[in-house]
T-cell receptor, first 111, second 116 residues
Framework: KQEVTQIPAALSVPEGENLVLNCSFT??????LQWFRQDPGKGLTSLLLIQSSQREQTSGRLNASLDKSSGRSTLYIAASQPGDSATYLC??????????FGTGTRLTVIP | ETGVTQTPRHLVMGMTNKKSLKCEQH?????MYWYKQSAKKPLELMFV???????ENNSVPSRFSPECPNSSHLFLHLHTLQPEDSALYLC???????????????FGPGTRLTVL
């Protein structure tokens, strides 16, 4: 069964710092990988989706990479802002479009 | 209304109550999903409905009963729940239940359920 792990579980950084969130998965036979943001008590907002044929995706200050063979993905956030404070979830997607989630990294950006 | 909406946003119920959660999508999608998010656990897929198939999940207790009357609406009927069923229930939809490009899942805001 696919297991997704996110490290660290929580992270606090001062505003302006660059940071990296990590995601690892046990079964490399995935189709896509997706990063989401979740604000407290809210639903999920998709940030980036990396297809299995791609190695990275960029959107603004966010850059996500994927290494299928090693079962790893990273989400890089440049020049962090207080508005980036949220929980970041990684999900791997199998051939039936089923999503397997990690438990998330709770990010706090301190002004 | 746009996107995926869920009602109610918050629900408190006793163990003997019967209630229903509602999800509606305004995206013209043909697949809808129910997820459960418990504290300190990953989101878990509960049910999937699509034009191609209805996926039953035998690991979900029968006290949760899904209903999908059409492609825009999805319900989760709740009956004799337990306190450990307290969680955030999220609905999602996608164009099709296929991993091909353009079938990304879009999530609603969730219903926060508390079972006393």
């Amino acid at each position: 069964k696919q297991e997704v792990t996110q490290i660290p579980a929580a992270l606090s950084v001062p505003e302006g710092e660059n940071l990296v969130l990590n995601c690892s998965f046990t079964d490399s036979a995935i189709y896509n990988l997706q990063w989401f943001r979740q604000d407290p008590g809210k639903g999920l907002t998709s940030l980036l989706l990396i297809q299995s044929s791609q190695r990275e995706q960029t959107s603004g200050r966010l850059n996500a990479s994927l290494d299928k063979s090693s079962g790893r993905s990273t989400l890089y956030i440049a020049a962090s802002q207080p508005g980036d404070s949220a929980t970041y979830l990684c999900a791997v997607i199998d051939g039936a479009n089923n999503l397997f989630f990690g438990t998330g990294t709770r990010l706090t950006v301190i002004p | 209304e746009t996107g995926v909406t869920q009602t109610p946003r918050h629900l408190v119920m006793g163990m003997t109550n019967k209630k229903s959660l509602k999800c509606e999508q305004h995206l013209g999608h043909n697949a809808m999903y129910w997820y459960k998010q418990s504290a300190k656990k990953p989101l878990e897929l509960m049910f999937v409905y699509s034009l191609e198939e209805r996926v039953e999940n035998n690991s979900v207790p029968s006290r949760f009963s899904p209903e999908c009357p059409n492609s825009s609406h999805l319900f989760l009927h709740l009956h004799t729940l337990q306190p450990e069923d307290s969680a955030l229930y999220l609905c999602a939809s996608s164009r099709r239940k296929s991993v091909l490009a353009g079938n990304e899942q879009f999530f609603g805001p969730g219903t926060r359920l508390t079972v006393l």
